[in-house]
């Protein structure tokens, strides 16, 4: 596989287009008075070990080239190291920044870029590339676009069966918030192995969880 001309950069280093921490949260989240945490410190055992070894920088180049973005690295998940050390990952499609401002999340939130019309293809070389046989893809929330994103989700799951038939493909699709019928239309045209969505939390939490968001919905 050609690498591109330009690295994509990780989006932690761009933080004037990608807010996360204090910057993402609304002014009355800002103020709002800190919560003091008792937690003791996690026993070793449980700890994320250092991420290393050739396999996890080849995933990590990869993604780079190929202009990927994955919720491990977006959403800071402390299992990173063990994932990418074993050649797999969960694909995060539709760009890395998301339109809302869920305070638990550290997926950046910031003003969307364009769809990427590319994105399907370079999702689909990538596990070529890998050899996965089985990938999972989840997106940021997009409320800017018509369908969700459910037509960008239906694409990739197309180009993967078109390059890899035998993956299998489990989506992790956002609440399509408002346009639920549309996108479950467009996602029955080319169904995937497996159709996953996030509740997150009990009713009783999720306007402060997940603003914008709708627990009956879900």
Known sequence: M????????????????HQRGQDKLTPIQRHAKPIVSTRQRLPPWIRAKLPIGS????????????????VCE???????????SHGTATFMIMGDRCTRRCPY??????KPAPLD???PLKLATAVQHLNLKYVVITSVTRDDLRDGGASQF????????????????EILVPDFRGRQAIALDILASNPPDVFNHNIETVPRLYATARPGANYHES
């Open 117 to 119: 019309v590319a994105e």
């Open 55 to 70: 396999t996890l920088a080849q995933v990590k180049s990869l993604l780079r080239q190929q202009g990927l973005a994955t």
């Open 2 to 17: 050609e690498p591109n001309s330009s690295l994509i950069p990780p989006s932690r280093l761009t933080p004037d287009t």
């Open 154 to 169: 239906t694409a990739c799951i197309t180009q993967i069966r078109n390059v890899t038939p035998n993956t299998k493909i």
């Open 105 to 110: 999340c550290d997926v950046a939130h910031g």
């Open 74 to 84: 977006e959403a800071s998940c402390p299992n990173l190291g063990e994932c990418f």
